[in-house]
């Protein structure tokens, strides 16, 4: 008997889902370690702040209540968005709670597509929506 966790849930995939969770992982992952490793990111001083970056969106958003929201708590959303990227990479990765990862994934794809690339002509030029598809 195999197990839902861990290598084992990588057997009898097909390679196209394969191939398909190992981009999101990698992604994923690589997204938290970006900002992780950036010393502006939690920084309010910096320009390249969370607070920032997410206080740019407010007007023009369709979610400006969340982004307003996350904008007055903006140290804390930035740890919760960069640790959630990172556990949303390791679960794919190592499939652990896939099902639970996945709606997480997407959700936090769907913030980013709603508060950064919606508003852009045309909306689906931007990876974000491939990302919720995904």
């Not at 370690?33 to 001083?45: C, E, I, N, T």
């Not at 959630?84 to 390791?90: D, K």
């Not at 099902?99 to 597509?113: D, V």
Request: with cysteine.
């Amino acid at each position: 008997m195999t197990s839902r966790f861990g290598l084992n849930s990588w057997r009898g995939q097909p390679p196209y889902m394969v191939v398909l969770r190992l981009s999101l992982a990698i992604t994923w992952i690589y997204g938290g370690w970006y900002k992780a490793v950036d010393p502006g990111y939690l920084d309010p001083q910096s320009p390249h702040f969370f607070g920032t970056d997410i206080s740019r969106y407010i007007g023009q958003s369709p979610i400006s209540f969340l982004l307003k929201f996350m904008a007055s708590h903006a140290v804390a959303g930035a740890w919760f968005v960069m640790l959630s990227e990172f556990a949303v990479g390791i679960c794919v990765l190592f499939g652990i709670a896939l099902q639970f990862a996945s709606i997480g994934g997407a959700s936090i794809a769907l913030t980013l597509w709603l508060s950064v690339s919606a508003w852009q002509v045309p909306y689906f030029a931007h990876s974000e929506i491939v990302w919720l598809i995904g």
